[in-house]
């Protein structure tokens, strides 16, 4: 019970937002992503751009931070726009790619 009470504690005070993704904020950011990736998500070969609709939300935040971490992957293209992302706009951004088809 004391291990519960000290979690409610602790959670009361992180803001709500913390917990949540925006995909509407995701489809604004999208949009600087449809030249490579395409209006849906699909993908350009010409761009080197490969099909990311429909990914697990986890797995395209993680692909967003190894590539602007540049540690792991390296992609000089994305590199500029990562840069302007903070941790919640790659999760609102994932939660709506993760919706596409």
């Not at 600087?32 to 697990?56: D, L, N, V, W």
């Not at 939300?57 to 840069?83: C, F, H, S, T």
């Amino acid at each position: 019970m004391k291990n519960f009470l000290l979690l409610f504690i602790f959670l009361s005070f992180i803001p709500p937002r913390a917990f949540t993704q925006d995909a509407g904020k995701g489809a604004e950011l999208f949009k600087q992503c449809m030249t490579c990736h395409g209006q849906k998500g699909e993908g350009i070969p010409a761009q080197k751009a490969p099909h990311i609709a429909g990914q697990y939300e986890w797995y395209i935040i993680k692909q967003l931070q190894d590539i602007k971490a540049g540690i792991i992957r390296k992609n000089p293209v994305m590199l500029p726009y990562l840069n302007k992302l903070n941790e919640q706009d790659m999760k609102d951004l994932a939660a709506y790619i993760s919706k596409l088809q």
